[in-house]
């Protein structure tokens, strides 16, 4: 079941690839880790990362995917108490959206202090995008996709 997901995620990527910022393997994995448990959710952020890499190769962003959507998985599963409607969700959504380009940039930093502000400073318009686009798709599709997730999880014991 868990590399179904991660396969949905890499599916839904490349099928909205043609946008810049609109994605929804945020939304995805936070209704993941909202209904499966700790090391699935894990599972599916690795595999994801995993594939992406073979599919774009290795960079400079390559240890920021697993660590990123991984963490997005583990705190999404630690404040899932507090994260319980889709307001909630997509406050905590938009922001991981504009957070995500300043966590990526961390490598570049490391690099330089320059080369780290230039990296972030200029993504910024796409994390804008990143954060209304996550903001707006996690109020749209909560309720559904996070009621049939709860349905399966306990189904099928996730």
Same mark, same amino acid.
């Given at each position: 079941?868990?590399?179904?997901?991660?396969?949905?995620?890499?599916?839904?990527?490349?099928?909205?690839?043609?946008?810049?910022?609109?994605?929804?393997?945020?939304?995805?994995?936070?209704?993941?880790?909202?209904? /499966?448990?700790?090391?699935?959710?894990?599972? @599916?952020?690795? +595999?994801?990362? $995993?594939?992406?890499?073979? *599919?774009? &190769?290795?960079?400079?962003?390559?240890?920021?995917?697993?660590?990123?959507?991984?963490?997005?998985?583990?705190?999404?599963?630690?404040?899932?108490?507090?994260?319980?409607?889709?307001?909630?969700?997509?406050?905590?959504?938009?922001?991981?959206?504009?957070?995500?380009? /300043?966590?990526?940039?961390?490598?570049?930093? @490391?690099?330089? +202090?320059?080369? $780290?502000?230039?990296?972030? *400073?200029? &993504?910024?318009?796409?994390?804008?995008?990143?954060?209304?686009?996550?903001?707006?798709?996690?109020?749209?599709?909560?309720?559904?996709?996070?009621?049939?997730?709860?349905?399966?999880?306990?189904?099928?014991?996730?």
């Amino acid at each position: 079941m868990y590399t179904m997901c991660a396969a949905i995620l890499v599916v839904s990527k490349e099928f909205l690839a043609f946008l810049p910022n609109i994605e929804l393997v945020s939304f995805l994995l936070i209704v993941y880790a909202l209904n /499966f448990r700790l090391e699935g959710v894990i599972s @599916i952020a690795v +595999l994801f990362s $995993g594939v992406q890499m073979v *599919l774009y &190769g290795v960079g400079m962003w390559t240890p920021m995917y697993f660590i990123v959507w991984s963490l997005l998985g583990i705190t999404v599963y630690y404040f899932r108490n507090f994260l319980t409607n889709e307001n909630r969700c997509a406050i905590f959504s938009g922001g991981f959206g504009l957070v995500f380009g /300043f966590l990526f940039s961390i490598p570049y930093f @490391i690099v330089s +202090l320059r080369m $780290g502000w230039i990296y972030f *400073l200029k &993504g910024i318009p796409f994390d804008l995008i990143h954060c209304i686009a996550n903001y707006i798709i996690m109020l749209v599709l909560f309720n559904k996709v996070n009621q049939l997730l709860g349905d399966l999880s306990k189904k099928y014991n996730l």
